[in-house]
Structures are given as structure tokens and as C-alpha cells.
């Protein structure tokens, strides 16, 4: 652990407590205006500080981390999980890991455009209660 009065980036923390595989996908969420301090978004050159909340958007998921520890080096997940407290809110949490478990429709190939009987089915299908739940936790 880095002692208290280093300087460590904000892309080589992320990087250390595994949020990105790589510290260049650090970077480049950061410089995308993905990682934000504050409402404000915040340079790949951002000195980190103790007790610090961040908000990171990751693909659909979004994260609010609380800084406890400074890690400069990346070690095991348990030592990760250490140096940071998951602070998101649990109505921002999605009912699907990724866009590849959320619910889609897909038609075979070759079979043309649906007929007005097709359409009036899947019209239905997202109707449903079923289709309505997972839309929510997807978007």
C-alpha cells in the first residue's frame, strides 16, 4: 500500500483496485468523461485522496466507490476489495450483468419481415410483465 503523502493517479488506482483490466481502459474512461468527482469529470492525472466518492460508468453499469485505501500496485482481488467501499445505491444496480442477458428479440434468418400476425405477437410479448421487467434492468 502506498503510504498516505504519495501522489497516486486516478487511472492507476482504478487499474489497482480492478475496476479496469488495464490501466490504458483507466485512462480512457476517464478521459471519456466516465469517472467523475463530484458531478465534475475528472483527468486520468487526478491525484487520488482519501475518502474521496467517485462515479464510474462502465458499459451499463455505473459504480459509486468511496476511496479507504491507496493501492499502487495491482495485487489479488482481497486485497482490492480492501482499499475501497461499494457505495452504489441499490436501485442503480441492474437485474442483468450485461447487455448480452438482457432480453431480445431475434427472428430467424431468411424468414422475411413479420407479418401483421407476427408483429401483433411480439407487440404482446413486450406488453408483458415479463418483458416490462427486464426493459427496466436492462436500460
Request: with cysteine.
Amino acid at each position: 500500500m502506498a503510504s498516505e503523502n504519495e501522489k497516486l493517479r486516478i487511472d492507476k488506482y482504478l487499474w489497482a483496485i480492478r475496476i479496469f483490466k488495464t490501466r490504458s481502459l483507466a485512462t480512457e474512461a476517464c478521459k471519456a468523461g466516465r469517472v467523475k468527482l463530484n458531478g465534475t469529470n475528472v483527468k486520468p492525472s487526478y491525484v487520488v485522496k482519501l475518502g474521496e466518492t467517485y462515479s464510474i460508468q462502465k458499459g451499463i453499469e455505473r459504480k459509486v466507490i468511496l476511496v479507504t485505501g491507496l493501492l499502487e500496485r495491482r495485487g489479488d482481488a482481497k486485497i482490492a476489495a480492501e482499499n475501497y467501499e461499494d457505495k452504489t445505491p441499490l436501485e442503480e444496480t441492474y437485474g442483468f450483468k450485461s447487455t448480452f442477458h438482457a432480453p431480445i428479440l431475434k427472428r430467424d434468418r431468411g424468414t422475411g419481415r413479420p407479418t401483421k400476425r407476427d408483429r401483433r405477437e411480439i407487440d404482446d410479448l413486450k406488453s408483458s410483465e415479463w418483458w416490462k421487467d427486464g426493459e427496466k434492468d436492462g436500460e
